[in-house]
């Protein structure tokens, strides 16, 4: 069974930083690429980030480039996301999702997590 | 990066068919087939029902069907049922490796 379980949500300040933690089990973790998606309560999901199978490459909304930096472990079967230079707008429900495609991001999302709640505030 | 314009709700009654729109631009929903819709109920972790415009991945009722045309996609679903009642989201490729959602439609089931 597939399973991916974030972390790492927190209270932060703004212009802080948050790390968010993403353990996923159930599927060769490595063979497959990784979102974050979030999604501000009651509001609609916001696409983040994109990181390869493999690590070589990465994707960023225009909303968080330059802020925020994704990466993963397959050692550890976790995927991570560095969340810097934080906003207010930056308030939401934390997703990680599995990409559907093997080795070659697919874009739809078949799997996710519960998410994890980061909230920046003074 | 402008998100795909959606119905903020619709609903039906059950037996009944709806349609949901996804309305982008030619930098998403119409220069890519790449089109997804997520179905997510009040609380829980959005679930994949349809992918690739058209695709249904396996599990998933055939009552769920996509289209598209031109910058407009669309999430029909036949025979409403009670269920059915939640949110939903599409999801389109925009380039570069980066993909966009809609602002989501909330569906009740009257």
């Known amino acids: 069974e597939v399973q991916l379980v974030e972390s790492g949500g927190d209270v932060a300040q703004p212009g802080g930083s948050l790390r968010l933690s993403c353990v996923a089990s159930?599927?060769?973790?490595?063979?497959?690429?990784m979102h974050w998606v979030r999604q501000v309560p009651g509001k609609g999901l916001e696409w983040v980030s994109l990181?390869?199978?493999?690590?070589?490459?990465?994707s960023y909304a225009d909303s968080v480039k330059g802020r925020f930096s994704v990466s993963r472990d397959s050692s550890k079967n976790s995927l991570y996301l560095q969340m810097n230079s934080l906003r207010a707008e930056d308030t939401a429900l934390y997703y990680c999702?599995?990409?559907?495609?093997?080795?070659?991001?697919?874009?739809?999302?078949?799997?996710w997590g519960q998410g994890t709640l980061a909230t920046v505030s003074s | 990066q402008s998100a795909p314009t959606q119905p903020a709700s619709v609903s039906g009654s059950p037996g009944q068919s709806i349609t949901i729109s996804c309305s982008g631009t030619?930098?998403?929903?119409?220069?890519?087939?790449?089109v997804s819709w997520y179905q997510q109920h009040p609380g829980k972790a959005p679930k994949l029902i349809i992918y690739?415009?058209?695709k249904r991945p396996s599990g998933v009722s055939n009552r769920f069907s996509g289209s598209k045309s031109g910058k407009t996609a669309s999430l029909t679903i036949s025979g409403l049922q009670p269920e059915d009642e939640a949110n939903y989201h599409c999801?389109?490729?925009?380039?570069?490796?980066?993909?966009?959602f809609g602002g989501g439609t909330q569906l009740t089931v009257l």
């Open positions: 999801c389109s490729y925009a380039g570069s490796s980066t993909w966009v």
């Open positions: 030619s930098s998403d929903v119409g220069s890519y087939n790449l």
């Open positions: 690739d415009v058209t």
């Open positions: 159930g599927f060769k973790f490595d063979d497959y690429a």
């Open positions: 990181i390869t199978w493999d690590g070589s490459f990465s």
């Open positions: 999702a599995k990409d559907s495609g093997v080795k070659a991001a697919a874009g739809e999302m078949d799997y």
